[in-house]
């Protein structure tokens, strides 16, 4: 972060930036409160018998399954299968997502053509295709990976659309009034206006990878944190179950974290 330079600013300007950073970090000790309240609840109520710890397990249990998983050294294993899955899901629908949606506003022929059948595919439960999935690509990674494209394309696709057809039209005529080319227009003007669209789509494509990974997980998985999740179902392991959920979690909001360092990496850019 760059030092502050005080002489470029009011003392009320000052005294805002000041009262911004306060907010924060009340924002960050209050959610960081919360979690330690509601993880000492949990952790309480199972102890005192209030609830089965066998049925809802309890954070103590957790970390003990975490570490167990940890000894035997499958842990990183099964996370390292996971998250490949998910990275590689998430950045094939991202690309492939963006360079569709380009296509369709290039082409408001093919976009009129196709758009229906984008609606169809978003609204078609993905976890319906997965015997289909399995005679196509086998029960391997191959598979898992398909899965998790499939759920976030689409929704990439739709989102990007939406932003390049959303376009201010005042500018658009203008530079078409000034002779402007289509491939112009979108470089200058439809690709760099749509920027907060695409942080969005990324924010929300998080989610679609995670679910997607799972999701085929749940179907054709030897490995991964849902191959666990589902074996830990099977022969009533909830801890097994919890664990895995919770290093989900960690592992989601991280990769949101790295989403939201890039978004403001991209608007320090745009601002200089």
Avoid at 165 to 174: H, M, P, S, V, Y
Avoid at 237 to 252: H, N, P, Y
Wanted: glycine letters at 8%; charged letters at 15%; hydrophobic letters at 55%.
């Amino acid at each position: 972060m760059k030092h502050l330079d005080r002489s470029q600013y009011s003392r009320e300007h000052l005294g805002f930036l000041k009262k911004r950073r306060l907010h924060a970090a009340l924002v960050w000790t209050l959610r960081l409160g919360l979690l330690v309240l509601l993880l000492g609840l949990w952790e309480l109520i199972t102890r005192l018998g209030w609830v089965d710890p066998f049925l809802t397990s309890s954070p103590s249990r957790i970390a003990a399954t975490i570490s167990g998983l940890y000894r035997d050294g499958s842990l990183f294993y099964h996370i390292g299968t996971t998250l490949w899955e998910t990275l590689a899901g998430f950045a094939i629908a991202v690309v492939l997502g963006y360079a569709v949606a380009l296509l369709l506003w290039w082409s408001e022929t093919l976009r009129a053509v196709l758009e229906p059948y984008i609606v169809v595919l978003n609204a078609l439960p993905k976890i319906a295709l997965g015997p289909l999935i399995i005679i196509w690509f086998g029960t391997g990674s191959r598979a898992i990976l398909f899965m998790t494209v499939l759920v976030g394309i689409i929704v990439a696709v739709m989102h990007m659309l939406s932003a390049f057809i959303a376009t201010d039209k005042n500018k658009l005529l203008l530079l078409r009034s000034m002779g402007a080319g289509r491939l112009t227009i979108l470089t200058k003007l439809v690709i760099p206006s749509s920027l907060p669209s695409f942080i969005s789509m990324l924010k929300v494509n998080v989610g679609m990878a995670w679910i997607g990974s799972i999701m085929g997980e749940y179907i054709v998985s030897r490995a991964g944190l849902g191959y666990l999740i589902v074996y830990g179902g099977q022969v009533f392991k909830l801890d097994l179950v919890m664990s895995a959920t919770a290093i989900l979690c960690v592992l989601a909001a991280g990769m949101y974290f790295l989403v939201v360092l890039l978004e403001k990496a991209l608007v320090k850019n745009t601002d200089d």
